[in-house]
Every structure is written in structure tokens, then in C-alpha cells.
């Protein structure tokens, strides 16, 4: 759903080539594969959901899952795990989709035991399993109102991430 | 009773193409079996019934019961592409366990539709208040294994040469099971 209101709620969304992309939420920063002139194209604009699909691929393509990650760079996607379940949590809301909420309780509960804070070995197999949980959510949401599941590496180039010619679907 | 006022549905694939889903009526008899003649006899020999005999999909089409067994029939301009269908028991011991089974038109694969047909099927068996789905896979189609795993369905054990093909053949049936809302609780007890 697109932001019509500014970060604060006062008013209309102002764009702000700095600020937030009022279509997906993220820094327009974020969209830095494809700049249109000067104008920084949001690619999720017109799709469903385009808040938590920014939110997931953000995750997915950030720095923590790649090999000179640090410390840091784990922390701060597990900060940005739980806020991304928290933004499905909301969506979730009064829905009748109990399968989507239970992959939702998975994701919160692969969350708590990958806290990488803690003294966790498996921090990281956790902290995915719970991005792959909160996919799926949003995949029921999609499919709810009748659209293809989110594919991630449709938006590869965004992230500046490369491509695999590979999609594994049936 | 299930409710079905969420159909027809809409699904829209990746590649833009529009299905319908609904649950097959006693006119679905001629799609359906056009469907069929359309799957390939390699792929028919995996299938349970005899699906070459348009008088078999007439007498599923006459005993129609949703309670026990629910078609959910994928339409596109007309024709039948997909059938995924949610069976149940009334009473016993497995009353709370629902088996799916999805059967895909060759040009329908790797397009999404089965994965959306699972999908609907696991919602619904949610609805149903089942405990699990299960599903039984020839482990050659590792692309449904893939899609059921990608789905929540846990691979639970693979019965080495199980089951035959209508030529004689042996091969391995992955059992597969999706549990559902109540059962882990249930299980503890």
C-alpha cells in the first residue's frame, strides 16, 4: 500500500530524493540499480504490497548474507527482521488466513532463537529461516488477492546483486 | 461444511496469464475430460484412477461430495488446466488428515499454477479444521516435491519402489505432510 502521508502523518508525502520512497517505505537511496534520469523509479510501484516486498528484499540481498559480512551487518539485518514482521503482523490483521499467521508465529519464533546478540551458533541458519517464513506470508497475501507469489530476483538489480538464471517453480 | 464464497477466485501467474479457480460442477464433465486427453500417457500412468475412460470422469462428475472429496478445477479462456482436489474422511481415525492431489496441463508447468493450487488447497484445509495434509509424490517429479517442500510440506519418509505405473514399472512415492493448526498441540498429548 503506498504511503499517502508523511513519516509523521501530517500531511501529504513530500518526495525527497534523500528522504523515503513513498511508494515501498525504503531510503529512495536503496534504489540505486536503475536511476531514471533524475527521478529514482520505486520497482515495486503498482504492485501489491510493495512495503513488504521492499521490506523482504532489502533482507535478502542485504550485506549480512554475504561472506566478509560483520558483525554489525547481522545485527542490523536482525533489527530489520523484526521490523519487517512486525509490518506483516499489521497487514496481517483481521484476515481470515490462519495458514499465513502460523508461518508468521514461525517467523517470530525463528527471530527470538536467532537473536545474534546472544550467544547463538545458528544465528544466521535462524535469522533465514524467519525471512523465509515471512516470504511465504507474504506470498499467501499475494495469492489471496489473486497475484504470483513475490520472486526476489526480479528485483536483483536493484539491490546490486546478480542475477541466477535459475527459477525453481511448478 | 466448507464455505466456498471466496469462488470463483482470480489468479493471476507471473507471465500475465489470468486462471479461475472453482470447484468442478456436475457440467464439467466435457472440460475435464478434455483436460485429461490432454495429459500425456506418461503422465497418466501415475495417476490413481483411469483417467482415459471419459465414463470414470462422468461417475466422479454424478457422486459429486464436497464433504468427501473437494475439486477445485483451474480454468483458463475455457479450458480446464489444472485440477487440485482436497480429499477427506467423514469419520475414524483419520478424519483430521486431508490428502491433496494436483494434476498440471504440460503447458501449464513451471508457470506458478501449481504452487497457487497448493496453496488454495492448504487454505482450505486449514478451514476444514484438518490437523494435516498429506501428499504422495513420485519422487520423478521432484518439481511438485520442490513446490510442496517450498509450501510447508515436510518430507517425511520415501518408500522405495511403492508403487507401479500402469506399465509395471516400479518407483519411489514420497510421502509428504503438512501440519496444520491444531496438531501440534494435539500431538503433545
Known amino acids: ?170 | 461444511m466448507l464455505p466456498l464464497d471466496r469462488y470463483p477466485k482470480e489468479i493471476t501467474l507471473r507471465d500475465g496469464a489470468c486462471v479461475t479457480f472453482r470447484p468442478m460442477v456436475r457440467e464439467d464433465v466435457a472440460p475435464l475430460w478434455d483436460f485429461f486427453k490432454r495429459i500425456s500417457p506418461e503422465d497418466r500412468m501415475y495417476l490413481r484412477e483411469d483417467v482415459a475412460k471419459r465414463v470414470e470422469v462422468e461417475r466422479w462428475a454424478r457422486d459429486l461430495d464436497y464433504d468427501a472429496v473437494l475439486p477445485i478445477l483451474a480454468f483458463c479462456g475455457g479450458f480446464v488446466v489444472g485440477d487440485a482436489t482436497l480429499h477427506r474422511n467423514r469419520t475414524g481415525w483419520k478424519q483430521r488428515v486431508g490428502t491433496v492431489r494436483i494434476l498440471i496441463s504440460p503447458d501449464f508447468r513451471h508457470r506458478g499454477l501449481g504452487t497457487a493450487m497448493i496453496r488454495e488447497l492448504r487454505h482450505l484445509g486449514e478451514k476444514a479444521s484438518l490437523h494435516y495434509l498429506l501428499a504422495e509424490v513420485i519422487e520423478e517429479q521432484q518439481a511438485a516435491v520442490r513446490a510442496f517442500e517450498k509450501l510447508g510440506f515436510e518430507r517425511m519418509s520415501v518408500l522405495r519402489n511403492y508403487v507401479n505405473d500402469q506399465k509395471g514399472n516400479l518407483h519411489n512415492l514420497v510421502v509428504l505432510l503438512y501440519p496444520m493448526s491444531d496438531a501440534d498441540e494435539e500431538v503433545l498429548y
Open chain 1, 1 to 170: 500500500m503506498a504511503r499517502k502521508t508523511s513519516r509523521t502523518g501530517k500531511g501529504p508525502f513530500a518526495p525527497d530524493p534523500g528522504g523515503y520512497c513513498p511508494t515501498c517505505g525504503l531510503e529512495t537511496g536503496e534504489h540505486r540499480g536503475k536511476p531514471t534520469g533524475e527521478k529514482r523509479a520505486c520497482p515495486y510501484e503498482g504492485l501489491a504490497y510493495p512495503e513488504l516486498r521492499a521490506g523482504h528484499d532489502r533482507i535478502y540481498f542485504g550485506p549480512w548474507r554475504k561472506m566478509n559480512a560483520g558483525p554489525a551487518d547481522v545485527v542490523r539485518a536482525y533489527n530489520q527482521i523484526g521490523r519487517h514482521l512486525n509490518s506483516i503482523e499489521r497487514v496481517l490483521g483481521g484476515l481470515d488466513l490462519p495458514a499465513a499467521r502460523r508461518d508468521h508465529l514461525k517467523a517470530v519464533e525463528a527471530c527470538r532463537l536467532g537473536d545474534p546478540r546472544e550467544d547463538s551458533q545458528e544465528a544466521l541458519r535462524f535469522m533465514d529461516n524467519a525471512l523465509s517464513y515471512a516470504h511465504r506470508v507474504i506470498d499467501d497475501l499475494l495469492h489471496e488477492r489473486g497475484f504470483p507469489s513475490h520472486a526476489p530476483m526480479e528485483f536483483a538489480e536493484w539491490y546490486d546483486a546478480v542475477e541466477v538464471p535459475f527459477r525453481d517453480e511448478w
